[in-house]
């Protein structure tokens, strides 16, 4: 006897999104990084003049670069994304001079960040640090501007099947049997569009082998997505969204003449309970 087997459609997992205006706290980070709320968005979290003065920094860097991996866009500083670590953690120390001018004489608000969760996190005797090897050590973040056409300005995907996969050189390859969290800091917006998009979908390992996306989790098709609810995260210039990776996400089109969209970037979590690594 044949059977037809009906692929499953995705599962559906609520989201907790929490918005607000302010700073950011140490407690709100470590609620997305115990899975408590799935995405956290904090509006006018620095000022106009840092997010101004990083993104001409951005622009006129001269380690600013084309990816060439796959994912369309620009940056500057270094991904683990297909990567192994030995090319990734050179890439890193190569870049960090370039990374640290991109705040020129301001006080780095991802650095303060860092520091303030890593404060917390001691009190309860969990060490944060970033993530190394014998090759070097992760950057405090990346800077990024995805360049995209047509819906999607950066394609649905999830963050934590290219940290499963990063290997057995990486540390960091542990945290993604945890929540991968994804810190976001928006130093420019365009006029219309470049919005977060959060689906109601966290793709086990199973999924994306389905989809063929078992190395990379991106990107994920609309006909995978058509059934599963959705949020959409309007954000701007002096935000900050922090969320888990593991939820599908991407970067709604771009449209208008003028600003585009440029944001620094990192992920962490716990690869133990009492370690949180940090990287780009």
Not at 72 to 100: I, L, M, W
Not at 145 to 167: C, E, I, K, M, Y
């Amino acid at each position: 006897m044949v059977s037809n087997k009906v692929p499953q459609s995705p599962a559906i997992s609520p989201l907790t999104i929490k918005e607000r205006t302010g700073s950011i706290s140490t407690a709100e980070i470590i609620s997305v990084l115990k899975g408590e709320i799935t995405a956290l968005h904090i509006k006018q979290a620095f000022s106009s003049e840092i997010a101004d003065e990083i993104t001409a920094n951005f622009f006129a860097s001269p380690g600013l670069n084309e990816r060439k991996d796959g994912v369309p866009g620009q940056y500057v500083g270094a991904s683990h994304y297909r990567k192994d670590a030995a090319t990734y953690f050179r890439q890193a120390e190569n870049a960090r001079p370039h990374v640290e001018a991109l705040f020129g004489y301001l006080v780095d608000p991802v650095r303060a960040v860092f520091e303030a969760l890593k404060r917390e996190l001691h009190k309860q005797g969990i060490e944060l640090r970033l993530a190394r090897s014998e090759h070097g050590q992760a950057n405090v973040c990346r800077a990024l501007s995805w360049s995209g056409s047509g819906t999607f300005s950066l394609d649905p995907h999830d963050d934590v099947a290219q940290v499963l996969r990063a290997g057995n050189d990486y540390e960091l390859s542990a945290v993604a049997h945890n929540t991968v969290a994804a810190l976001n800091f928006y130093p420019s917006m365009p006029e219309e569009g470049g919005n977060l998009r959060l689906w109601s979908h966290k793709p086990t390992v199973a999924d994306r082998k389905s989809q063929g996306l078992e190395t990379t989790g991106y990107p994920y098709s609309a006909a995978y997505l058509e059934a599963v609810p959705s949020r959409e995260i309007q954000l701007k210039a002096g935000d900050i969204a922090l969320l888990d990776g593991g939820f599908v996400h991407g970067v709604s089109g771009q449209s208008g003449n003028g600003k585009r969209r440029v944001l620094l970037n990192n992920f962490f979590g716990f690869a133990r309970p009492n370690l949180v690594l940090w990287w780009t």
